[in-house]
């Protein structure tokens, strides 16, 4: 999701502003490049400054703590817009009337459920893909999101990226949770011991990452 940090700079006179848009690196920036940065500067005339990161919400914190915000756009996982934008390090786009979609749907219905914020809008939907080594298993590789957390069939070091989003709903996944069910389980503390249990198994041999091209 795109975001602006609070307090980012403004300009006056209907001039366009010098914008720094922040995104992550490697095959997904460059085609934020094809499909957003180049068309904007070929339709504005205005270049814009990139600038990259790994994630999380410190970086937009300290900025705008320090009063000296950098970044006018940046693109956020959905957990950390949530988290900036309860913080209030994030300006409400609320009262931003956005354009109607390319049929004339009305903005608010030509989003998907969950892609609109009050600090923030969706620009993809995504999925996690598993990968492994088959020099590793030969003709009995992994197969499900149970086989990521069976240290014993699948023995060896887990790699996840440095970010909780979704691994609890992995582990309870993985330990026969109904998709339906996930959520529900996890506001309770028993659903939250329970992925916490599952998740023991693969601790000794974690390995976090966060940029792409680890």
Same mark, same amino acid.
């Given at each position: 999701?795109?975001?602006?940090?609070?307090?980012?700079?403004? #300009?006056?006179?209907?001039?366009?502003? =010098?914008?720094?848009?922040? @995104?992550?690196?490697?095959?997904?920036? *460059?085609?934020?490049?094809?499909? &957003?940065?180049?068309? +904007?500067?070929?339709? $504005?005339?205005?270049? !814009? $400054?990139?600038?990259?990161? =790994?994630?999380?919400?410190? /970086?937009? *914190?300290?900025? %705008?703590?320090?009063?000296n915000v950098i970044w006018d756009v940046v693109d956020l996982t959905q957990a950390d817009l949530l988290r900036a934008c309860d913080a209030g390090l994030l300006e409400d786009i609320s009262d931003i009337e956005l354009p109607d979609g390319s049929d004339g749907t009305p903005?608010?219905?030509? &989003?998907?459920?969950?892609? !609109?914020?009050?600090?923030?809008?969706?620009?993809?939907?995504? #999925?996690?893909? &598993?990968? +492994? @080594?088959?020099?590793?298993?030969?003709? @009995?590789?992994?197969?499900?999101?149970?086989?990521?957390?069976? %240290?014993?069939? +699948?023995?060896?070091?887990?790699?996840?990226? =440095?970010?909780?989003?979704?691994?609890?709903?992995?582990?309870?996944?993985?330990?026969? %949770?109904?998709?339906?069910?996930? +959520?529900?389980? !996890?506001?309770?503390?028993?659903?939250?011991?329970?992925?916490?249990?599952?998740?023991? #198994?693969?601790?000794?041999?974690?390995?976090?990452?966060? #940029?792409?091209? /680890?």
């Open positions: 999701m795109s975001a602006s940090p609070l307090s980012a700079q403004d #300009a006056g006179g209907g001039t366009i502003p =010098n914008l720094t848009f922040t @995104s992550w690196t490697g095959p997904y920036m *460059r085609s934020q490049m094809l499909g &957003f940065v180049r068309p +904007y500067e070929a339709a $504005t005339g205005q270049r !814009l $400054t990139v600038a990259h990161y =790994n994630g999380g919400i410190d /970086e937009i *914190r300290d900025q %705008v703590e320090s009063a903005a608010a219905e030509d &989003f998907v459920a969950g892609a !609109l914020s009050p600090c923030g809008v969706g620009v993809i939907e995504w #999925a996690t893909a &598993f990968a +492994y @080594s088959g020099a590793a298993f030969g003709d @009995s590789p992994p197969s499900g999101i149970a086989d990521f957390f069976d %240290v014993e069939t +699948y023995p060896g070091a887990r790699a996840i990226r =440095n970010d909780p989003t979704v691994i609890m709903e992995w582990a309870l996944m993985a330990d026969g %949770v109904a998709r339906d069910e996930v +959520y529900p389980l !996890l506001e309770t503390e028993e659903g939250v011991a329970r992925a916490f249990d599952v998740m023991e #198994a693969i601790r000794p041999g974690l390995q976090l990452w966060s #940029a792409g091209r /680890e």
